[in-house]
């Protein structure tokens, strides 16, 4: 049975078990359905899609990429039990709609035809725009639900503009017979306009500079699981569907983009990571931090080898892995202080030391430091796209550095202020600390023994 149609039913049952016990039940039915999904993505390549193989193949670069984000939703689902007790009314529908866009996920890792993945983005962006507002009394999170929603209708406007130039030049949707007509046709305008816009349509869903004005307040205002889930799943089906895209359908004229994607990497990294230094708030900061990871992952369509699907996978893990672990400590102290401000998780080391470690560890793998997975991706990111790309990786180390400064910034705060603001009686949940262990152990096994994550999804 097709991974994609055990994601879609665990959804609709999640979906409708709002109708008992308030929909307490959703997130367990999330869970299990998830386990079966993953159980089954390690499977031989499932024939249903033998059907469809001109508009969806589910071949090896699709497997792998379900596995990290069904393992990274699963992750969020375990948090969601304490993220989401303030939503009992409606914790079903957010399950569900988390389930959905992980569909529009699915869809995008495997897409062989434009429709396809115009189709996938949908299903992928509605169900954000809507989680994005799920606090309905709070402003921030409407403004947030508004904004993104207008954005990614600009964007879906550049995307359709796109295909309707590249359909209008090649006459066909289909990937590969694009690709030979834009090897045939390198100078044809028609063409190369419609692969800039449908560059720039993608770049907005990835949050590169400049298209990323609206990550910020976007991630700010949303229900901070919700957050986690965008920098994370969203992050992943975004970007290897814009790889996909780009080394596929337009490798013929890649001489036309690539100088345009190497300057939006340029203003991702330098603009995200000072950005990043000026933030008050460890929502925005970690916004802004996603912003330049955009820019890091970037590297990959520069100086490719046939490695480059595996290190793009591999940092794409590490980072949501890492994100998760961020994630997981910031929604508890949101949770206990209202506030997500640097001064609000000064002392967490000395009452939740777990968490504390799980953050900073996380962090340490952002920001590249030895012997975590994040650095293990970076070093392979780097090393494929010096040979094409040099200036960029120079960029990219610089960028890494000023970083450094920020991840500091909530570390220190953590752990080397005497006093402790975390004056409660409420506890880290069992399945909370079990999490962190988890994350933990696999950001420094990865770091230390990078072919565990060949080994682990079956490559």
């Known amino acids: 049975m097709s991974v994609l149609i055990i994601v879609f039913l665990t959804a609709v049952a999640a979906l409708f ?273 996603s912003v330049s990871h955009a820019g890091y992952i970037g590297l990959v369509f520069f100086g490719m080898t046939n490695l480059s699907t595996y290190n793009l996978a591999f940092y794409l893990f590490a980072y949501s892995l890492s994100t998760v672990g961020v994630f997981m400590c910031l929604i508890w102290v949101e949770k206990l202080k209202r506030e997500t401000s640097f001064g609000a998780f000064k002392g967490l080391a000395k009452s939740e030391p777990l968490l504390a470690v799980v953050a900073a560890i996380s962090m340490l793998s952002m920001a590249g430091v030895p012997l975590t997975a994040g650095f293990m991706g970076k070093f392979a990111l780097f090393s494929q796209a010096i040979n094409g790309a040099a200036f960029l990786v120079l960029v990219a180390v610089l960028g890494s550095a000023v970083s450094i400064a920020y991840y500091l910034r909530l570390i220190i705060a953590m752990f080397f202020f005497k006093e402790t603001t975390f004056k409660t009686s409420e506890k880290v949940t069992l399945t909370y600390n079990v999490v962190a262990v988890v994350i933990i152990a696999s950001i420094i096994i990865l770091g230390v023994f990078p072919d565990m994550f060949a080994k682990q999804f079956g490559l």
Not at 35 to 59: D, K, N, Q
Request: hydrophobic share 55%; net charge positive; charged share 10%.
């Open 17 to 289: 078990s709002g109708v008992f016990e308030q929909g307490k039940f959703a997130r367990y039915i999330g869970i299990l359905g998830l386990i079966i999904a993953l159980y089954v993505s390690f499977l031989p390549e499932c024939s249903f899609f033998e059907h469809y193989r001109h508009m969806y193949e589910y071949g090896s670069n699709t497997a792998l990429f379900t596995k990290i984000s069904i393992v990274t939703t699963l992750l969020l689902f375990f948090l969601g039990g304490f993220a989401f007790s303030n939503h009992r009314s409606h914790q079903s529908e957010l399950y569900a709609l988390m389930l959905f866009a992980l569909c529009g996920g699915i869809i995008l890792f495997g897409f062989q035809n434009l429709v396809t993945l115009f189709l996938g983005i949908e299903i992928l962006s509605i169900p954000l725009y809507v989680m994005a507002g799920a606090n309905k009394t709070d402003l921030r999170s409407n403004e947030a639900s508004i904004k993104y929603f207008l954005m990614g209708a600009f964007a879906t406007g550049f995307l359709l503009f796109g295909i309707t130039f590249i359909y209008g030049s090649a006459g066909t949707f289909d990937l590969y017979k694009i690709h030979d007509f834009g090897a045939a046709n390198p100078k044809n305008v028609m063409f190369i306009l419609g692969v800039i816009l449908m560059l720039c349509a993608l770049a907005f869903k990835v949050a590169l500079a400049p298209f990323h004005m609206w990550s910020p307040d976007v991630y700010y205002g949303s229900p901070s699981l919700i957050t986690a889930f965008m920098a994370s799943v969203v992050k992943i089906s975004g970007f290897f569907a814009f790889f996909r895209l780009m080394t596929i359908g337009f490798t013929g004229v890649t001489h036309e983009w690539i100088n345009v994607l190497g300057v939006f990497v340029i203003i991702t990294l330098l603009l995200a990571n000072v950005m990043g230094l000026a933030q008050t708030n460890v929502k925005r900061m970690l916004a802004y931090s």
